[in-house]
């Protein structure tokens, strides 16, 4: 069913602001948060905020626009609501309540993806997402597809990931020009340091390249010349294959390998 919430609150594009109006998917996420301590970034208008205070045991939502936080003040009456008006990303993880926070669930920005997976990797936390469903395809891609890039490699590694449902671009106001596409990523606890993901990181921008010219031509990025590159790529087993041909685990262990000699 299709609801009206809060319409006078002029949609900004700014900040990708396309606000989910379906109550039966918001059901659909809503019911991860039964019980729990419950993360929400950017509520637009409101609509999961509110099944969410019906059903967790706590809410802390995080909106950005000043327009739309005034909106939720005066819309939303509810002693589980704690209600921050501040960039999701500059708030301190106290602020936030992480300490004792369950589950992250939201309908984000599009251009915010991949941070929050990011974020969701560093604090080790689950979630359940809507997301552009390209982006989806390509964090459940498999090696050697034409979707298989570093974010299939980071997803695989560092999620366990299920898709709930599609969710058609029609059940947003204003309608994206994409559909999307609601997870739920459950972390888990891969060790990776920052340095390997860099290098994972650096890797897969060269994805159809063998190891070794991937490795040079990621000098820029990892600090070091092609010449000291070079070195470490004629070490490697590995060399001569091609990156999109390798499992997400085959991956790490080059990162770790490549890491350890930089």
Excluded at 223 to 251: C, N, V, W, Y
Aim: charged share 30%; with cysteine.
């Amino acid at each position: 069913m299709l609801v009206k919430t809060g319409m006078f609150v002029r949609p900004k594009k700014s900040l990708g602001q396309n606000f989910l109006v379906n109550e039966k998917v918001v059901e659909a996420e809503a019911v991860h948060g039964v019980g729990k301590n419950v993360l929400e970034m950017g509520p637009g208008y409101g609509i999961l905020t509110k099944m969410l205070c019906l059903k967790a045991k706590r809410v802390v939502a995080v909106e950005r626009d000043q327009n739309l936080f005034k909106h939720l003040k005066a819309e939303i009456k509810s002693r589980k609501l704690k209600l921050i008006n501040a960039d999701f990303f500059d708030v301190s993880d106290a602020d936030l309540e992480l300490s004792d926070t369950d589950i992250l669930i939201s309908n984000i920005p599009y251009a915010l993806s991949s941070k929050t997976i990011e974020w969701l990797s560093e604090k080790d936390m689950q979630a359940v997402l809507c997301l552009q469903k390209e982006f989806v395809e390509h964090m459940l891609a498999k090696e050697d597809t034409r979707k298989y890039s570093k974010l299939s490699v980071i997803t695989s590694l560092s999620f366990s990931v299920t898709k709930i449902m599609d969710v058609p671009k029609g059940n947003f106001r204003p309608m994206p020009k994409v559909d999307s596409a609601l997870i739920y990523v459950k972390p888990k606890g891969a060790q990776i340091t920052a340095l390997e993901m860099a290098v994972i990181s650096a890797l897969m921008q060269h994805k159809k390249k063998t190891v070794r010219s991937a490795l040079i031509d990621s000098h820029s990025h990892l600090g070091r010349s092609k010449e000291q590159l070079s070195k470490i790529a004629d070490t490697l087993d590995g060399k001569e294959q091609r990156l999109f041909k390798m499992r997400p685990h085959e991956i790490l262990s080059l990162a770790k390998e490549i890491s350890a000699r930089l």
